[in-house]
Nanobody, 128 residues
C-alpha cells in the first residue's frame, strides 16, 4: 500500500510560480510511475504531467500536457520519496485542485484509471 500526500498549493498571482510536492510512503517508490492531475470546478480531471519509475533507468522519462508544456516541470527525488511539480508562468486557467497519483511503471501516463494510488489533492488558485 502506498500513501500520497500533496503540499505546496496556495494562492498566487498570474505570472507567478509554485512548487507542489507529493510525499509517498513505501519502500518501492522508485519503481512507480507518478503523475499529476488537476480538476477545476465543473470540469473533469485532466492529466498534467507524468514521470516513469527510475530504479532501473538513469533518466526517467517525463510527459507534460500541451497546456502546461514549457511552464510546468515534473521531477522526482527517490531518496526523499517525493515527486515535484514546478509551476511557472501561472495563468488563471491553471486554477484547480491538483492531485498526485502513482501506479505501475507500465501504465500509460495520461490515463487516470491506470493509477492505483491517489492523494487528497491540494488547491492552486491563480488570480488575474
Amino acid at each position: 500500500q502506498v500513501q500520497l500526500r500533496e503540499s505546496g498549493g496556495g494562492l498566487v498571482q498570474a505570472g507567478g510560480s509554485l512548487r507542489l510536492s507529493c510525499a509517498a510512503s513505501g519502500r518501492t517508490f522508485s519503481s512507480y510511475a507518478m503523475g499529476w492531475f488537476r480538476q477545476a470546478p465543473g470540469k473533469e480531471r485532466e492529466f498534467v504531467a507524468g514521470i516513469r519509475g527510475s530504479n532501473v533507468r538513469i533518466y526517467a522519462s517525463t510527459y507534460h500536457s500541451d497546456s502546461v508544456k514549457g511552464r510546468f516541470t515534473i521531477s522526482r527525488d527517490n531518496a526523499k520519496n517525493t515527486v515535484y511539480l514546478q509551476m511557472t508562468s501561472l495563468k488563471p486557467e491553471d486554477t484547480a485542485v491538483y492531485y498526485c497519483a502513482g501506479g505501475p511503471d507500465s501504465l500509460r501516463p495520461v490515463w487516470a484509471r491506470e493509477y492505483d494510488y491517489w492523494g487528497q489533492g491540494t488547491q492552486v488558485t491563480v488570480s488575474s
